[in-house]
């Protein structure tokens, strides 16, 4: 695997980081050590609700399907104060910000009904709960992002009460990108034929096709346009959640993809001027 290979993409990158220059604004560039490439630093996988849309069809062609909002489960093991969320608590959070009318009007980041969740937090405490100490409310903030109309809810759950005590909705912000949107990018990125350099340098590194996302141990960054920076096909990202992609072939050398940017929202891919 340590053989020079042919650059089709660019150029193989055997280190543990990348200097990106431009003049795009990114969001965490530092490239991750070989072994957790595929870190992203939020919580990962897709929610019961975008599992059981798995069929049917919806408008614009893109795969939706109805689907039923599990109710919240017990409350099981609980932390206390300041104590990080316990799996119990992370998952009965998830269940309780999604609600019927959230699931039923947004859409995943593979078009999927139900929003894409990003991430769950232990919330701030509130400026009346000090007093209270370890009895403080315990609230979990729910993190989603909605590809139906490019908008970031943070929903925040109170723990005890089991009820969504406060809803921020949000455009124009974008949060780390979760791994099924680093996935998805992936999949949009092998399947484009601008895909066709980094295919031919795994199959150069490998001997294989590059056929699916999960053949590579991905890290990216959140790519936001810059007047002028970028061409006009990609000027919306920041409005849009778009991605730069640093691939790893496991086992092998990262790829420089740099000059390729997927638009998740509008399902593109295009590459930046050099």
């Known amino acids: 695997m340590r053989n020079i290979v042919h650059r089709h993409l660019g150029k193989m990158v055997a280190g543990t980081a990348i200097a990106v220059a431009g003049t795009a ?6 490239l991750p050590g070989t072994a957790g490439a595929d870190d992203s630093g939020t919580p990962a996988g897709r929610t019961a609700a975008q599992e059981a849309g798995a069929a049917g069809a919806g408008a614009g062609g893109r795969a939706v399907a109805p689907g039923v909002v599990e109710a919240a489960p017990a409350e099981g093991q609980k932390g206390e104060g300041s104590d990080p969320l316990t799996d119990d608590e992370l998952e009965r959070a998830g269940k309780i910000a999604l609600s019927r009318q959230l699931f039923r009007g947004s859409e995943s980041v593979d078009g999927e009904r139900g929003p894409q969740r990003l991430g769950i937090d232990l919330a701030e405490p509130e400026s009346d709960d000090g007093a209270a100490g370890t009895h403080a409310p315990r609230r979990a903030d729910v993190t989603f992002y909605d590809y139906r109309d490019d908008t970031l809810v943070t929903r925040t759950v109170d723990l005890g009460t089991g009820k969504v005590v406060h809803t921020d909705t949000r ?3 974008q949060p780390p990108l979760s791994r099924a949107e680093k996935a998805e990018a992936a999949g949009l990125l092998i399947a484009d034929p601008l895909g066709a350099g980094l295919k031919a340098d795994y199959r150069d590194a490998t001997g294989k096709a590059l056929t699916s996302p999960d053949q590579l141990q ?11 920076a970028q061409p006009a096909v990609l000027d919306r990202c920041g409005e849009h959640r778009c991605v730069r992609l640093f691939p790893k072939i496991k086992n092998g050398p990262w790829v420089d993809a740099r000059s390729l940017v997927i638009d998740l929202s509008a399902r593109e891919v295009a590459r930046l001027g050099r």
């Open 25 to 30: 604004v990114m969001v965490a560039v530092t």
């Open 171 to 173: 455009h124009g912000v």
């Open 218 to 228: 991905l890290s990216g960054a959140v790519y936001r346009a810059a007047p002028g």
